[in-house]
C-alpha cells in the first residue's frame, strides 16, 4: 500500500522529495541513512501493526511533521505515546485499489491537526481514490473490516462464482471469464449510477418467477449471503481490535 501511495505522489507531483524507509533492511538503507539535516514535512508510516513498536521511536526526531498512519488498528493514542502527546496524527484505512487510482480512504485526525494540515492529508490520500473522514476514530475498525478487506471479498466471489459455475457443467476457463467480467460489469453500473441504492439496481434485474429470484432467494435466506457477512465483518472488526491493544 505505501508503494502504491508512493507512486500516485510521484505521478501527480505532490512531493518535492520523497524518502522511503524500508524497517526491514539493512542500516544504510533505513532510519539511519536518512540526511541529519532532513526535516520531513510529513510522515507516512504504511507498515504492518506488529512492526511499529519496534521502529517507530525514531521518528520522535520530528515533533513538527504530520503523521500519516495507515498500520490497521493502531489508534492515534498509540502515536501520541510514542512520538509525544503533541503529535499531529492522521490515522487513515485505504485500500488495495488504490494502486490504480480506484481506492477508497477513510480517515480520522487526532486534536493536533489543524484545518490546513487536515486539508494537506486529504490531497495525499485523494491522489488514490476518494477519501471520507470520520469525526469518531472507533469508526476505523469497522472502516477496516468493510472496505479495507473488502477487496478480498470481491475476489472471493469471483472464485466462488467460477467455481459454481464450473459445478454446473460450465468450462472451467469460459467461467472464470463470466465470473470476472459479471463482477467488473456490475460494479461498473453501481459507479455510473451512484444517486441509485444498490437494492434498486438488484430489483431492476429481478424479474417475478426468473431464474435471478431463484437464485437470489437461497442467497437471501437467513443463512445466507446476509449472515455470513455479518460474521466476517465482525471477525474483521474484532481482529483490528485486538491489534490495537
Known amino acids: 500500500m505505501g508503494g502504491a501511495l508512493a507512486r500516485r505522489w510521484q505521478d501527480k507531483n505532490l512531493c518535492q522529495k520523497l524518502v522511503i524507509v524500508d ?4 542500516p544504510l538503507k533505513s532510519f539511519a541513512d536518512i540526511p541529519r539535516n532532513f526535516t520531513p514535512d510529513v510522515i507516512v508510516f504504511a507498515v504492518k501493526p506488529q512492526a511499529l ?12 511533521a504530520l503523521v500519516i498512519t495507515i498500520a490497521a488498528g493502531k489508534p492515534a493514542a498509540f502515536f501520541e505515546r510514542r512520538l509525544g502527546a503533541d503529535a499531529k496524527v492522521v490515522r487513515a484505512m485505504p485500500n488495495t485499489p ?9 480517515a480520522c485526525a487526532n486534536q493536533n491537526v489543524t484545518p490546513a494540515e487536515k486539508d494537506r492529508a486529504a490531497k495525499l490520500l485523494g491522489a488514490v481514490g476518494d477519501v471520507l ?42 467461467a472464470e471469464k463470466l465470473a470476472r ?5 456490475a460494479a461498473s453500473l453501481a459507479e ?6 444498490a437494492e434498486i439496481l438488484r430489483r431492476n434485474v429481478t424479474s417475478p418467477g426468473g431464474t435471478t429470484e431463484a437464485a437470489l432467494k437461497v442467497l437471501m435466506s437467513d443463512s445466507g449471503i446476509q449472515d455470513l457477512f455479518n460474521r466476517a465483518l465482525k471477525a474483521a472488526t474484532r481482529r483490528a481490535e485486538d491489534l490495537s491493544r
Open 181 to 185: 467480467q459479471t463482477v467488473i460489469g
Open 23 to 26: 524497517p526491514a533492511a539493512s
Open 133 to 174: 473522514w470520520a469525526e469518531n476514530e472507533s469508526l476505523l475498525n469497522p472502516v477496516t473490516a468493510l472496505s479495507g478487506s473488502g477487496p478480498a471479498y470481491v475476489f472471493l466471489l469471483i472464485e466462488t462464482l467460477a467455481q459454481a459455475g464450473a459445478n454446473i457443467g460450465l468450462p472451467r476457463d469460459m
Open 98 to 106: 488504490a494502486a490504480i487510482g480506484k481506492g477508497i480512504t477513510v
Open 192 to 197: 455510473i449510477d451512484a444517486a441509485t441504492p
Open 53 to 64: 513498536a519496534g521502529m517507530i521511536d525514531d521518528y520522535a526526531a520530528y515533533p513538527d
